[in-house]
């Protein structure tokens, strides 16, 4: 089981930019598939960003395409959100997860494919 960490989320305006961590520990997660996802008060939890395990190809929903960029360190065992040109529905409590065992269609198609979660951090932005 790995642990994941999440950390940088915070309370901004319209139009600024955050970048999310994920700090994993326990294993090694350079050979999972990562995700993003959020959840919004009232709403189901949806993916917004994947990476592959070697960070070859990445994968966005529509409403985050061209604002928000997921990279990754596997030397640090750390996956990254960047998120700009942030909007009031960007609003959720982020949270990443690995996905092991997984290809990478199942790794884009949404939660079935993770089994280890962070608790999330909230991202708050005003308009």
């Known amino acids: 089981q790995v642990k994941l960490v999440e950390s940088g989320g915070g309370l901004v305006q319209a139009g600024d930019s955050l970048r999310l961590s994920c700090a994993a520990s326990g294993r090694t997660v350079s050979s999972y598939h990562m995700g993003w996802f959020r959840q919004a008060p009232g709403k189901e939890r949806e993916l917004v960003a994947a990476i592959r395990w070697s960070g070859g190809d990445t994968y966005y929903a529509d409403p985050v395409k061209g604002r928000f960029t997921i990279f990754r360190d596997n030397d640090k065992n750390t996956v990254y959100l960047q998120m700009n040109s942030l909007k009031a529905e960007d609003t959720a409590v982020y949270h990443c997860?690995?996905?092991?065992?997984?290809?990478?269609?199942?790794?884009?198609?949404?939660?079935?494919?993770?089994?280890?979660w962070g608790q999330g951090a909230q991202v708050t932005v005003s308009s």
């Open positions: 997860a690995a996905a092991y065992g997984s290809s990478w269609y199942e790794a884009t198609s949404g939660v079935g494919a993770y089994y280890d």
